[in-house]
């Protein structure tokens, strides 16, 4: 894997699609590969990931606070 930003196109901007399954198959794919390659975005995939994943925990009442 590779941590160097300046190679190649990265995913970030793919990766809230990505963790809500709402990319087209292709899509899917490339952002997949990409993150075995690159440990800068698939450090960003997990924060991403994350968030997501707590996002499950609030109640429509959390959201009005």
């Given at each position: 894997?590779?941590?160097?930003?300046?190679?190649?196109?990265?995913?970030?901007?793919?990766?809230?699609?990505?963790?809500?399954?709402?990319?087209v198959?292709?899509e899917?794919?490339?952002?997949?590969g990409?993150?075995?390659?690159?440990?800068?975005?698939?450090?960003?995939?997990?924060?991403?990931?994350?968030?997501?994943?707590?996002?499950?925990?609030?109640?429509?009442?959390?959201?009005?606070?």
């Amino acid at each position: 894997m590779t941590a160097d930003p300046g190679e190649g196109p990265h995913v970030r901007q793919l990766l809230g699609a990505y963790v809500l399954d709402a990319l087209v198959a292709g899509e899917t794919r490339s952002v997949a590969g990409h993150l075995r390659s690159c440990d800068r975005c698939a450090a960003d995939y997990v924060e991403v990931a994350e968030a997501v994943s707590l996002l499950a925990l609030l109640s429509e009442e959390d959201l009005l606070e």
